[in-house]
């Protein structure tokens, strides 16, 4: 939250100085923690889709703020979109995306509308590359504000990137998939990335043994 709030007050100091500002009272104590998003899910993409706080905005087509049922049970979390999400808008609509779909509709044996995905980040990565730091945690909030919006039980974390962002534990993918981890508000389970599925075919086994783990969490 603090990040988000800091490039927010910076922008607005900037703007400030091109208007010939060259002073104002430091802010006091208490606003600092408060970074007003909304409670509302359509109002938060909004804020979202005309988000300008790094640089990741410059070089996006879309926004991609994430798609499914505002009241769903089960979330998905990528890491950031990619060139196909990018042109439509829309997470995990590429070759990733198709075999997600497939995990879901599949394997756990529910409509992909029936549950919620989202990204780490909301804007595409120039050549698909990891999310900075700063980006993915610039943009964390409003992740954070989804999850907290539509109170998901369960969350898979797809790939390192998600898992790290969502529980700032950087142990390696390979390590902690399959395992249920306990975040208060929801359950986490880590799983393998989808694009690396598609490119180490053997890891879809252990894929399938997670799916396996969440659809006996959803009781179904
Ligand atoms: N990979 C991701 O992490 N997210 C998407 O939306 C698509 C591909």
């Known amino acids: 939250m603090k990040r988000l709030y800091n490039a927010m007050q910076l ?6 100085k091109s208007l010939g500002v ?3 009272k430091p802010l006091k104590e208490f606003e600092k923690d408060e970074l007003p998003l909304p409670n509302d899910l359509n109002a938060l993409r909004k804020i979202v889709n005309n988000c300008h706080l790094c640089e990741l905005s ?3 087509k879309h926004v991609v703020f994430g798609e499914g049922n505002p009241n769903a049970t089960l979330m998905f979390v990528g890491e950031g979109p990619g060139a196909s999400e990018d042109e439509q808008g829309r997470p995990f609509v590429g070759r990733a995306g198709m075999l997600l779909t497939k995990m879901i509709e599949n394997v756990l044996l529910i409509k992909r509308s029936k549950v919620y995905i989202a990204n780490i980040v909301k804007c595409r990565p120039p ?13 964390r909030p409003y992740l954070f504000k989804q999850i907290e919006i539509i109170k998901p039980k369960i969350i898979v974390a797809l790939g390192s990137t998600a898992y790290h962002y969502l529980t700032n534990d950087t142990k390696p993918i390979s390590k902690v998939r399959g395992s249920i981890i306990d975040m208060k508000e929801f359950k986490l389970i880590p799983t393998y990335h989808p694009s690396f599925l598609l490119r180490n075919p053997s890891a879809k086994k252990e894929a399938y043994v997670d799916m396996l783990l969440v659809k006996k969490l ?3």
């Open 11 to 16: 922008k607005k100091l900037y703007t400030l």
């Open 22 to 24: 060259n002073f104002i």
């Open 58 to 60: 410059k070089t996006r």
């Open 127 to 139: 050549n698909n590359r990891t999310p900075l730091p700063t980006e993915a945690l610039t943009c």
């Open 218 to 220: 959803l009781g179904s």
